[in-house]
């Protein structure tokens, strides 16, 4: 597993990070179309965004963000590294492609190698002058129930672009559709379950497939949580606790993809912030301890963020290893209230491990002339 936390302010040691952190949010971006002006997250708006991470910083402990803006999605490493400055907030800055609607020419007719050399060379040699290296590859989309051509080449890629550099994966399921099927391809390229977090599932009232997710050992991300016109919290809620309740609270995600500036909290938006003031008392009143709390918010998503599972989880047999032997993990009953098994037991913890390497992701660079494009006949 990975020690270190690639920021865009640079590498942090995953032991660093001690409070929660957001795992799917975008900074900035820029999504918009002739049909949608709002999905925008510009210059004018970095000053409320950084306020509103500094604020959760101080009465919340955020400490860290997932930003998972990648290509075509209007990335702004700049941005992203004067808002990290200004609230005092990390920031991990992701590379892969959106969904096809929002595919840049470059997706065009490329092969498979040539997307993921395009993906390694970031990875590897960092995006644009700045020297700034992605931390997460993500989140890389797909509409329906299956992935289109396209789609299927650019998730075959961004798996490739994982397994060479040892990145982990987080995806976009269009409204939450389509779940497995990025899952199937993904883990078809040689990619780890436990490296991928398959987004967007709270958008899909669906407990069998959430089941389905992290029984095979992928993280189930409800990283859209406030986005009430989309789905309610109070669904949110019920599936999520039916997740805890099937034994996978260590595969879940939650964070609330900020992707337009009307949902900023200074425009009356739910803001960044919804997670903490208003679904996570929620969770609480329904029986959840300090201890789950922190698996859900902090410990999952670093151990997503770093491989922190090793393979644990990686060829789970439904039911049977999402969680290690012995360790019940806290399951808040949703009838009640009052928890079964070992409520808050903590289950997995993310370790730095000994004799970190300064660089853990060296070994996993192409060696010169091996990664690069251009090499005729791979395609
Ligand atoms: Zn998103």
Known sequence: MNSLVRTVTGPL???????????HEHLA????????????????????????????????????VIELTCRGMGRDLVALARISRASGVPVVAGTGWYHERFHPAEVGSACVQELADILVEEITGGLGGDGVLPGVIGEVGSHGRAPSGPEVRTLTAAARAAVTTGLSLATHAQLGVGGPAQLEVLTSAGLAPYRISVGHQDLLDDPVVHRELAAAGAYVAFDTIGKEHYQSDATRLRSLLALLEAGYADRALLSCDISRHSYLAGAGGQGYGHLFRSFLPRLRAAGADEEL?????????????TGGDGGRHGAAEPGTAARPAGQPVAVPDPGTGAASGSRGAPVTEVTTGAGAASDPWAASRPAPGTGSAGQGGRC
Do not use: K, M, Y
Not at 293 to 305: G, K
């Open 29 to 64: 971006l820029d999504l918009t179309r002739p049909t949608d002006r709002a999905a925008f997250l510009g210059a004018r708006h970095a000053a409320a965004v950084a306020r509103e991470l500094a604020d959760l910083r101080e009465r919340f402990g955020l400490a860290l």
């Open 293 to 305: 709390i922190d698996l859900l918010t902090r410990r999952n998503p670093l151990r997503f963020l």
């Open 13 to 23: 040691p995953v032991s660093a990070v001690q409070g929660p952190v957001l795992p």
